[in-house]
């Protein structure tokens, strides 16, 4: 078998046999394909498409082709939630510890962020001293102990779809749905949680722009999910603004400190809520997603959720940031935009917001590109909020002046105004069981 003649034979519309597909994983990973021939093979995927039996097959190669995570020896049923990426996402810094005060165990792996998404791993590490860096004995004894850790993916777990990713990254093949949900669900299948909840994002800050195509992924997922033995839900929200207010990493830590504590923003109350009613019932400890619900919001007023989140901090050697916030990274610069007319702001544009977090340092333009922590975007009025001219709209942090004006072009398109009030719009679009 030769990998010229599988990129051919899809290139030309073909359905892949199972055993081409595992063929094209292991070349992969073993790096006897070039990353030209991956490329052109992504290419040919994105363009002619895989039917579901492809996508599941492919799903399953990537998910064998590293280690697979063993929870067998946590007590009960082990949820796990992923998010497709969205500007301002900070809910699994919130859910983690929230379900774990349920007395589910939450056992999360999580990426860093590329591109306008932030990932979960940066967030954390602009807590000081916080490592994320645990082996797999570390990860699973952690999760015993105190039913919650959050550590970033080690080299061995699906390393197809790291090379995958970084090579979907520069040629412009991400957005394709069977590529999209066999890159989730071999990372969940091979995190070893026995039920995932999805949150597909859609809109102009996310890769499914609509809400046919984030529905036709989600359900794909689930499919696929539930043949490998996860009970799975999804949850399809918008992400045509940022989620909550604050988008970048040390802004997005305090952010979800404020909801652990029962403040914050309602979208992203209200999103959190519904992700964690659904890890709730896929746990089997609520008969209703009321119910569910209803518990997630009594531990957060009881002081559970956010005293579970110190636990987890004090496991991984973080400092408490939820008593001393100020131990957080802030930057010394500070820009402030202003509205040019009276109106109602009709879209914050979740795009260029996070474009504009990336420029002035928060997020990564390059895989290689540094971080600065204490910077990003924090939103001070949102779609429907009627402001004046001259009142502010937004601050801008930034370890540099200069970074801020490069950031201003990019936040001047994000927001549009309107006369009239804009209709509501909803966070949660759909809810796929
Ligand atoms: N999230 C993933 O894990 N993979 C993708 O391909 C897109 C979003």
Redesign the pocket.
Known sequence: MRIFDIIDRKKNGNTLTDEEIRFFVKSVVDGSASNEQIGAMLMAIVIRGMDEWETEMLTQAMAESGDRIDLSGVDGIKVDK?S??GVGDKTTLILVPLVASLGIPVAKFSGRGLGLTGGTIDKLASIPDMHTNLTEDQFVSQVKRIGAAIATTGKNLDPCDKKL?AI?DVTAT?DSIP??AS??MS?KIASGADAVVLDVKCGSGA?MKDKRGATRLADLCIKIGRKAGLRMSAVISDMDEPLGNAVGNSLEVREAIEVLKGQGPSDLKELTLRLASHMVMLAGVADSAEEAEEMALKSIYEGRAINKFRQLLRAQGGRDVTEHPDLLPGDKFKGEVTADRDGYISSVDAASIGHAAAILGAGRLKKEDPIDYGAGVYLCKKRGDYVKKGERLMYLYSKSQKLIMDAEDDIRNAVSFSDQRPEDKKIVLEERF
């Open positions: 992923h497709t990426g990713y979907r991400v590529l999209i890159s989730v990372k890769f």
